[in-house]
């Protein structure tokens, strides 16, 4: 079946400006991860949802970055006032999310972001 | 504090040389552990995990990994790399229960595999 997919691969913005990222899990998997990777580093955890809702949003910077998964699948990512320093590529995930479980996280592609 | 540390930010290897990846874990309780590669412009694709048992991993593409509690150490490894192989390669670890149902992965900062012809 299908993996993991991001939209846009590659986005290009301007200092200032409002960015949605959307990732479309794997059907079936109730569990959805955002992800940041800056260059040269790691990816770090953002947010975690367990269907609809927003179950650990301690990974957000700041309040400009708020994230929504209103049907329990598709989830947008959503960044206000854009800054240089948000440039990164943006990984979604998802896994089964069964309690207890073992939940292996499946990743998509990335979304690369660049704030000029 | 949580944390993955991989010491080693390049490596170059000749094709046909074995390879060693280390990784070095801090966390409260021994954590699933996971190794994930990474190539230009691509997504993470998952190498190989531990979860319990058998100590040595057996992964995809010819790799395996040791588990090593008493150094928190989970290195890769391959016999013998091939020019493919060159990537981004990742350390991962995620908790093995949780009360808050979150189970995020902590990634290490990457380890980078040229290979020479």
């Known amino acids: 079946g299908a993996g993991v997919s991001q939209t846009p691969s590659n986005k290009v913005t301007e200092k200032g400006k409002y960015v949605e990222l959307r990732c479309d899990p794997i059907s079936g998997h109730t569990a959805l991860y955002w992800y940041r990777q800056s260059l040269g580093q790691g990816p770090e955890f953002l947010i975690y949802?367990?269907?609809?809702?927003?179950?650990?949003d301690s990974g957000l910077p700041n309040d400009r970055f708020f994230a929504v998964r209103p049907e329990g699948s598709v989830s947008t990512l959503k960044i206000q006032r854009t800054e240089r320093g948000d440039s990164a590529v943006y990984l979604c995930?998802?896994?089964?999310?069964?309690?207890?479980?073992?939940?292996?996280?499946?990743f998509g592609p990335g979304t690369r972001l660049t704030v000029l | 504090a949580q944390s993955v540390t991989q010491p080693d930010i390049h490596i170059t290897v000749s094709e046909g040389a074995s390879l060693e990846l280390r990784c070095n874990y801090s966390?409260?309780?021994?954590?699933?552990l996971f190794w994930y590669v990474q190539s230009p412009g691509q997504g993470l694709q998952l190498l190989l995990k531990?979860?319990?048992?058998?100590?040595l991993v057996q992964g995809i593409k010819g790799f395996e990994a040791e588990f090593k509690r008493s150094q928190s150490s989970f290195n890769l490894r391959k016999p013998s790399v091939h020019w493919s192989d060159a990537a981004e390669y990742f350390c991962a670890v995620g908790p093995p229960f949780t009360t808050s149902g979150t189970y995020k992965y902590i990634f290490g900062t990457g380890t980078r595999l040229k290979v020479l012809a």
């Open positions: 949802f367990q269907g609809t809702g927003a179950a650990d």
């Open positions: 995930a998802s896994s089964l999310g069964l309690a207890g479980g073992i939940n292996e996280q499946f």
């Open positions: 531990y979860f319990s048992g058998d100590t």
């Open positions: 966390y409260g309780a021994t954590p699933y």
